[in-house]
């Protein structure tokens, strides 16, 4: 009982912290500068990890999630500041604690105690668009896809923008099955992985219309499925 209160606490606190939030930036402010206070950055400061490649290869460095760029990022020997590259040939990336997949982005484990396993996207995104400012940039959303390209891949603490800019923090569920095959937290993928049992899967989402964007009721309903 202890254990089933545990799990559905932090499932609690994984979907409350993760609800999503908009925050705007001023004209002329530093970009990460002032996204370091939105936390940017997953952790508070870059921490031993690894990568694990799919040809069994692994890269150790301190590394840090950047939610603005959606990109792993790692310190090298130097002192820069790199993205992974090669994200498609990397099996997972382990960061203190936590797992961290790649499928046209970084999904990072949510619960690896049901089957399939949950996974989240959590990532900032320009939510609003502007005028052409720095760098002929034509709208805010370009402007952040030239902050991740500018300097080779390092996210580059000078870029400013000239309006004010909005931002959203937003995140996603997804589903790792036993085949490490990942599939977006949709009613049409839980038909999909409970094969030969549609008719049970239907009804629980006909009578329990659960909200596929919270972590608690995605756990309610595997749990269910799956006795």
Request: cysteine-free.
């Amino acid at each position: 009982m202890k254990g089933i209160f545990v799990l559905s606490a932090l499932t609690f606190m994984v979907t409350s912290l993760l609800a999503q939030n908009t925050f705007s930036i001023n004209s002329k402010e530093n970009v990460q500068k002032a996204l370091k206070e939105q936390k940017m950055y997953k952790y508070p400061t870059f921490s031993p990890g690894v990568a694990v490649f799919n040809d069994g290869s692994k890269a150790k460095a301190l590394m840090n999630y950047n939610r603005l760029i959606d990109e792993v990022m790692f310190i090298e020997p130097k002192g820069d500041t790199l993205a992974i590259n090669g994200q498609e040939s990397i099996k997972y990336v382990v960061i203190g604690k936590d797992s961290i997949y790649y499928s046209n982005g970084y999904l990072q484990l949510v619960n690896g105690s049901i089957s399939p396993k949950l996974l989240i996207k959590d990532v900032i995104v320009v939510s609003d668009k502007h005028k052409i400012g720095a760098y002929n940039i034509p709208n805010a959303t370009t402007r952040v896809e030239s902050y991740k390209k500018l300097g080779n891949g390092r996210p580059n603490d000078n870029i400013t923008i000239d309006e004010n800019t909005v931002f959203s923090r937003r995140h996603q569920f997804y589903f790792l099955d036993n085949s490490s095959k990942i599939y977006p937290a949709t009613e049409k993928s839980i038909v999909k992985l409970f094969k030969g049992q549609e008719s049970k899967v239907k009804k629980y989402l006909k009578e329990n219309r659960p909200n596929l964007k919270e972590a608690n009721e995605i756990t309610a309903m595997i749990n269910y499925i799956s006795q």
